[in-house]
């Protein structure tokens, strides 16, 4: 006897508490996907956790789908390239985990913006295959199953004999995970794995750097400044702002020797970076972190010809070469907006990778082996750093001015994403 297909929809919505939960999943002798959908939002903004459960035969790629109904707009995204069409919304994988064998789970998240509404999507789909054929994200199904699945974080599994047809204007006092009745006032404090150490200098308490920050100026002062900011902000309520001049004696950074502690010899570190001016021809630095094993001299990332670089200061190589062909496989860094930018140095191997809003930038990865225009001059010499302190700043080897905000610092040993 052919089984039923039964479609099963369960959306929970706190009002005013900023949190929608859509599970949609497709019951059958053969299901292919289940996808669990998790928002937090605040005033016309919002992060989503999506996790997706592959029911079929196992892949090497994948690619989730799904269409707004509402006028939501995604901005960034970490573990996935995701990508927007009008209302259709695309997820690829990334690099590191496209394999999803049956039974398999993966997650991926992004922030995005809404202004009028900003409902669940309805309906998912994995490689093309739906996930489930008829879920409703607006409403609650006439009937429960009297045992759904559910994910961990969901409010309690046993739901209401009759499901309520508006959200409940208080939220329940049992369940922990219910989100509170007053929305956030600002964005959730961005991603810190449970082995990093993260800092959105929200526990500063003055305009002057402290705490395990100190300004410093690295072989001479000059017009070069930095401050705490509380009028800019990536999340929260204060940055790190620096007010970079140009001219080799106006290097100024803020520095700290203990974030980078989380590990002895992988270190990945992200940060949220503003700035007014595009990167220029000459070299410039940002951040810089001092190498116990060169020499005391530094790793610096910064830009050159307009693009993103990695500098060693104790040979001068850079990375990616400074061709033609090298600088155009770097990027620039955007103006105007906040940008995520992540690197992995591994010092037991001297590799390098580097993402600027969640993609791999190609200029910018060394992995061990010469590539044209990339990594051939930095691969001159053996290389195995040990990094002790990390530096946020400017400087300029000629020309350059710029003024940018640094937020949400973390380093740890395993990527935090975005």
């Known amino acids: 006897m052919r089984r039923r297909v039964l479609a099963l929809g369960v959306v929970t919505a706190m009002a005013g508490a900023g949190m929608v939960v859509a599970f949609a999943q497709a019951a059958t002798a053969a299901a292919a996907c289940q996808v669990d959908y998790k928002v937090n939002q605040w005033a016309g903004g919002f992060t989503a956790d999506v996790q997706v459960t592959n029911f079929g035969a196992a892949v090497t790629s994948w690619t989730v789908t799904w269409a707004y109904a509402g006028d939501q707009k995604v901005t960034n995204a970490w573990n996935a390239t995701v990508t927007?069409?009008?209302?259709?919304?695309?997820?690829?994988?990334?690099?590191?985990?496209g394999n999803l064998a049956s039974g398999a789970s993966t997650s991926f998240g992004f922030q995005g913006t809404w202004a009028a509404a900003n409902p669940a999507p309805a309906a998912f789909a994995l490689n093309g295959v739906a996930c489930?054929?008829?879920?409703?994200?607006?409403?609650?199904p006439t009937t429960m199953p009297t045992t759904p699945t559910l994910p961990p974080t969901t409010p309690p599994t046993t739901?209401?004999?009759?499901?309520?047809?508006t959200p409940p204007t208080t939220a329940?006092?049992?369940?922990?995970?219910t989100p509170p009745t007053t929305p956030p006032t600002t964005p959730p404090a961005q991603n810190c794995v449970p082995t990093g150490v993260c800092d959105g200098f929200e526990n500063q308490t003055g305009t002057t750097?402290?705490?395990?920050?100190?300004v410093t100026y690295p072989d001479c002062s000059g017009a070069g400044s930095a401050a705490i900011d509380r009028s800019v902000a990536h999340s929260g309520s204060t940055s790190l702002r620096v007010n970079g001049a140009e001219g080799y004696c106006n290097h100024v950074f803020v520095r700290s020797t203990a974030i980078l502690g989380t590990t002895s010899n992988v270190w990945y570190v992200r940060y949220w970076v503003r700035h007014t001016t595009a990167l220029p021809a000459a070299h410039v630095a940002a951040v810089a972190m001092r190498d116990a094993n060169d020499g005391g001299r530094d790793l610096r990332f910064g830009g050159q010809n307009g693009a993103l670089q990695f500098n060693r200061a104790s040979d001068d190589a850079t990375l990616p070469e400074q061709s033609p062909a090298g600088v155009a496989l770097s990027a620039p860094l955007p103006v105007n907006t906040w940008n995520c930018v992540e690197f992995k140095v591994d010092g037991r191997d001297g590799t390098i990778e580097t993402w600027l809003n969640g993609t791999s930038v190609p200029g910018l990865l060394e992995d061990g082996v010469a590539t044209h225009d990339v990594d051939g001059q930095w691969l001159n010499r053996t290389w195995r750093p040990s990094l002790t302190d990390l530096r946020l700043g400017w400087e300029s080897y000629g020309s350059g001015a710029d003024t940018l905000w640094y937020d949400d610092v973390a380093v740890s040993a395993m990527r935090n994403g975005c």
């Open 84 to 97: 927007q069409s009008g209302s259709a919304v695309t997820a690829t994988n990334v690099a590191w985990n």
């Open 159 to 165: 739901p209401p004999t009759t499901p309520p047809t």
């Open 132 to 140: 489930g054929p008829d879920v409703t994200p607006t409403s609650a």
């Open 172 to 177: 329940p006092t049992t369940p922990p995970t």
């Open 209 to 214: 750097p402290g705490g395990n920050w100190a």
